[in-house]
């Protein structure tokens, strides 16, 4: 039987306990699940194996294959500083997570860009997607107005509607924009009445969703000029939560959940956010169906 010396003894630990660390260290870079949860609410149960497959029912298999093949997606997600707790308002480690989820997609080719994308990202890009703080000035207007007036898609997710003071020139390009301070907000259950939507393709399939988030209203811009996809009642009156403007060829669509970490693995949510990437590309909503549950927090 061999014999170990203590020295021994903790060299061969420390090699296991390295290898351990590495195995899991490359598990999680694997991972299409976000890696950190708030400590506080506790995440929402998940969802089921027939809501998921009501939600996806209908697709038409032939059309998300054939747009597929027809020429590549081309995305770029924009991230930035994090400003908030514990897996809320992670914009980095979304930035890590969502391209290897999105390139699982067949001819789907994505880019990241920290803040603002560059102008060779923004003249090679068919959708840029927004989750950061947000702002609008002119420089960023010189940049968008012309990616959306050549048929570009942008989506901005929950706090990347900040124009942090250009709210109202922002609000006139995706719609409906806030003013870090002056806005309304609540965290909690959101039951969102998705019937506004009944006839947009991003909804399909969806009457309702409850969602464990972050409301935001008393937003900048006219809500008689967006295309109403879901609301919530906050204050007792129904206030816009999804909703898509089209501004030329180009399209925009507009969450404003996505403040917690787990929102980004509940295949509904995801189910609506990977639509609203494809519809303001112009592409087959079904696209992506396939990545919906990958990881996803389904039983």
């Known amino acids: 039987m061999t014999r170990y010396s203590h020295t021994q003894l903790v060299r061969i630990f420390g090699v296991l306990l ?40 209908g697709a038409d298999e032939a059309v998300a294959k054939e747009d597929a093949a027809a020429r590549p997606l081309r995305i770029v997600l924009v991230a930035g500083p994090k400003d908030h707790g514990k897996g809320e308002h992670d914009y980095p480690a979304w930035q890590e997570v969502w391209p290897r989820l999105l390139k699982q997609a067949p001819n789907t080719e994505v880019e990241t860009a920290w803040e603002f994308p560059s102008p060779k990202q923004i003249e090679w890009a068919d959708v840029l997607v927004f989750f950061q703080r947000g702002r609008w000035n002119d420089e960023r207007a010189a940049a968008i107005d012309p990616f959306l007036a050549r048929g570009g898609g942008a989506v901005y997710i929950h706090w990347a509607v900040d124009g942090q003071g250009g709210q ?45 988030d972050e409301a935001y209203w008393k937003l900048t811009g006219d ?15 129904p206030q816009p939560i999804f909703w898509t403007v089209e501004r030329g060829r180009g399209r925009v669509f507009v969450s404003i ?18 639509r609203g990437i494809a519809w303001s590309a112009r592409r087959d909503v079904d696209r992506f169906n396939d990545l919906v549950t990958l990881d996803a927090r389904v039983e």
């Open 18 to 57: 390295l290898l351990f660390a590495g195995g899991q260290s490359a598990r999680a870079q694997e991972s299409f699940r976000m890696p950190v949860y708030a400590d506080e609410p506790a995440p929402p149960p998940p969802r089921s194996q027939a809501e998921v497959k009501q939600l996806l029912a």
């Open 168 to 212: 109202e020139e922002f609000a006139k390009r995706i719609g409906l924009a806030s003013l870090g301070g002056s806005i309304r907000y609540r965290h909690g259950e959101m039951n969102i009445d998705m019937h506004p939507g009944a006839d947009h393709p991003i909804a399909r399939n969806f009457d309702r969703l409850d969602i464990l």
């Open 257 to 274: 959940p996505g403040h917690y970490a787990w929102a980004f693995d509940d295949p509904a949510f995801r189910t609506l956010l990977l």
């Open 223 to 237: 809500p008689t000029k967006i295309d109403l996809i879901g609301t919530s009642i906050e204050d007792g009156e």
